[in-house]
Antibody, heavy 121, light 112 residues
Framework: EVQLLESGGGVVRPGGSLTLSCEAS????????LSWVRQAPGQGLEWVAGINWNGASINYADSVKGRFTVSRDNAKNSVYLQMNGLTAEDTALYYCARDRHVGQGGIFGSWGQGAQVTVSS | DIVMTQSPDSLAVSLGERATINCKSSQTVFFSTLKKDYLAWYQHKSGQPPRLLLYWASTRESGVPDRFSGSGSGTDFTLTITNLQAEDAAIYYC?????????FGQGTKLEI
């Protein structure tokens, strides 16, 4: 069974930094691309960042480009989202999501339960 | 970026009836080489992560009841849910994965 477990969420002051982790199990981690998708309070889903199976292809939403960094450690079955320069607009539930198919990004077949990030002074 | 627009924003449908949700993309998400539309549908219930329902516009994910179906191509797509059940109450999102950044529609809230 595919499992994705996010951690590292919390409350941070504006301008601060936070790193989310997503530990995976139940599949061959190094075969799949992963993404971070967030949902702000009362809002819809927003794709934030994605990384392919070996980390060679990385993409970001314009809203986080230059502030967020996605990375992965296939030896640890984990993907990370380093978030710098946080603002109130980054307050959201952050989901880790796995591609449904090997080699085809963007179809999110498995999701974690999410990690809450709150940016507040 | 490709803008995804869903309609309606919300709808209320009775048990056993049919619900139809529309999704329009600002540019085509049809990839002619593969003859596929890069369009997915998700169901999102409060307190749970989103659930993939359909991809390639009409391919049902494993375990999804055949009451859920998808149609359309190019820029216009439809999610149809027949014989509505109480557990179908949720917010439904379309999403394109043709071009990064991947983008979602604003969501359609379905009430039973």
């Amino acid at each position: 069974e595919v499992q994705l477990l996010e951690s590292g969420g919390g409350v941070v002051r504006p301008g601060g930094s936070l790193t989310l982790s997503c530990e995976a199990s139940g599949f061959t981690f190094g075969d799949y691309g992963l993404s971070w998708v967030r949902q702000a309070p009362g809002q819809g889903l927003e794709w934030v960042a994605g990384i392919n199976w070996n980390g060679a292809s990385i993409n970001y939403a314009d809203s986080v480009k230059g502030r967020f960094t996605v990375s992965r450690d296939n030896a640890k079955n984990s993907v990370y989202l380093q978030m710098n320069g946080l603002t109130a607009e980054d307050t959201a539930l952050y989901y880790c999501a796995r591609d449904r198919h090997v080699g085809q990004g963007g179809i999110f077949g498995s999701w974690g339960q999410g990690a809450q990030v709150t940016v507040s002074s | 970026d490709i803008v995804m627009t869903q309609s309606p924003d919300s709808l209320a449908v009775s048990l056993g009836e049919r619900a139809t949700i529309n999704c329009k993309s600002s540019q085509t998400v049809f990839f002619s080489t593969l003859k596929k539309d890069y369009l997915a549908w998700y169901q999102h219930k409060s307190g749970q992560p989103p659930r993939l329902l359909l991809y390639w516009a009409s391919t049902r994910e494993s375990g999804v009841p055949d009451r859920f179906s998808g149609s359309g191509s190019g820029t216009d797509f439809t999610l149809t849910i027949t014989n509505l059940q109480a557990e179908d109450a949720a917010i439904y999102y379309c999403q394109q994965y043709d071009t990064k950044p991947y983008t979602f529609g604003q969501g359609t809230k379905l009430e039973i």
